[in-house]
């Protein structure tokens, strides 16, 4: 009987997962006792992986600077994780805007994800502060006046919902980058080539920088729905067929997640990408589970990455 050679279908899917890779995790900041535990446990539970660094969002329509600024202080005084920022235009001046930007640089926070941001809640249309940056472009600029800041900007595979059309998204995206910006973190997304595609227009039309893709594991569809339709992400109806029926069994619905996540990602290593941004909702064992899968391996817990209170 002749020998037949392996199929590549018989390989287990992530067995050649070498765990050559790069993470970076983001985090809202935690209005509540509890809140800040979970983010505390997540924090814990990420760390040991060497995330890049940890991004802390602040509100919509620019509604909790301060809480922004209390997670990161406690970033900072529970870990040794590089904390990254969040800083919009919405509802502030210019002068506003520097001092907040000059605080973190005090506090020795060296990254900020620089964005326009989205509107205040009723308000279809963003409307820049008559005396502020009238854009993300503008804000990383400066931010690059103030201070040498390692500055990260939001890019759309599947096209800003407010953008007239996919060259003007892109053409805005290389305005942030001509202005200074570090690198591009995408929005969530579902389909590998849709990234791939993205990655190619952006470096036709001259961009060179590195373009990071964001990852959300879904483990509730409707939950995502609603993001998806606030940033513009097309969710595919298999996703609705893998999660139906799924609302009382939260553990089935863990696993799934953590499975589609990692298929996504192994089809994105396939294509050359090494570092993934991991949108957490503050919840560590998804995007852990799927960093797993990916081959990536825990270090030890030393002082490095949990401090003592």
């Not at 940890?54 to 329509?61: F, I, R």
């Not at 305005?175 to 990234?195: E, L, P, V, Y």
Request: charged fraction near 20%; hydrophobic fraction near 40%.
């Amino acid at each position: 009987m002749p020998i037949l050679s392996a199929s590549p279908l018989s390989r287990p899917l992530f067995a050649d997962m070498a765990g050559n890779i790069e993470v970076s995790f983001e985090f809202f900041p935690p209005k509540s006792d509890s809140m800040r535990q979970t983010l505390g446990s997540a924090l814990s539970l990420l760390g040991p992986l060497q995330p890049r660094f940890v991004s802390m969002t602040c509100g919509a329509g620019g509604k909790g600077r301060t809480m922004t600024e209390e997670a990161i202080e406690q970033i900072v005084e529970t870990t040794s994780i590089p904390p990254a920022a969040h800083l919009t235009c919405v509802g502030v001046s210019r002068e506003e805007t520097d001092a907040i930007a000059r605080r973190y640089w005090e506090k020795g926070i060296r990254h900020i994800v620089a964005l326009r941001g989205d509107p205040p809640e009723g308000n279809l249309a963003f409307t820049p502060h008559p005396e502020g940056y009238a854009n993300a472009a503008e804000l990383v600029a400066g931010l690059r006046a103030i201070a040498p800041f390692e500055i990260s900007v939001a890019a759309y595979p599947d096209c800003h919902p407010q953008s007239p059309s996919r060259a003007a998204d892109l053409d805005n995206l290389k305005a942030k980058i001509d202005a200074g910006a570090t690198r591009a973190i995408t929005q969530f997304f579902f389909s590998a080539d849709s990234f791939f595609r993205f990655r190619d227009d952006a470096a036709a039309a001259g961009i060179d920088t590195e373009i990071v893709p964001g990852i959300l594991p879904v483990s509730n569809v409707a939950q995502t729905r609603k993001f998806a339709a606030m940033c513009g992400t097309s969710i595919p109806s298999w996703m609705d067929q893998l999660f139906d029926g799924l609302d009382d069994h939260p553990e089935a619905r863990q696993m799934i997640a953590a499975n589609v996540a990692g298929e996504l990602c192994g089809l994105l290593y396939a294509g050359g990408v090494r570092h993934f941004h991991f949108y957490t909702l503050n919840r560590g064992e998804l995007a852990y589970s799927t960093c797993r899968l990916l081959g990536l391996q825990p270090k030890e817990k030393a002082d490095g990455y949990r401090r003592s209170a």
